[in-house]
């Protein structure tokens, strides 16, 4: 059974950093994307980042280009999100997901992912 397990959330001030991180386990993955999702309190979930497994291409949301930086380390099948310059509207839960390779759907989209985290909450102070 795939888990993915996410860690590193907390409270920040504003212009601080975190540093996220998401342990796969139950499947080792060899394609597809690993994608990081956001969702505040009375929000849709929107996607932030995602990287692929294979060649590590990256992709950013708008609002976090500069700022967020998404990897991956295939050994440990672990993906993390650093993130620099954290603002009050960062504030929301994250989400990793994960898809199983050869997908349809854009790797910006929510439905392209198979398995999701729990979440880990991420607080910026003002």
């Known amino acids: 059974q795939v888990q993915l397990v996410e860690s590193g959330g907390g409270l920040v001030q504003t212009g601080g950093s975190l540093r996220l991180s998401c342990a796969a386990s139950?499947?080792?993955?060899?394609?597809?994307?690993m994608g990081w999702f956001r969702q505040a309190p009375g929000k849709e979930r929107e996607f932030v980042a995602a990287i692929t497994w294979s060649g590590g291409s990256t992709y950013y949301a708008n609002s976090v280009k500069g700022r967020f930086t998404v990897s991956r380390d295939i050994a440990k099948n672990t993906v993390f999100l650093q993130m620099n310059s954290l603002k009050p509207e960062d504030t929301a839960a994250y989400y990793c997901?994960?898809?199983?390779?050869?997908?349809?759907?854009?790797?910006?989209?929510?439905?392209?992912?198979?398995?999701w985290g729990q979440g880990t909450q991420v607080t910026v102070s003002s």
């Open positions: 997901a994960a898809d199983r390779g050869g997908s349809a759907w854009w790797i910006q989209s929510a439905n392209r992912y198979n398995y």
């Open positions: 139950g499947r080792t993955f060899s394609s597809g994307a």
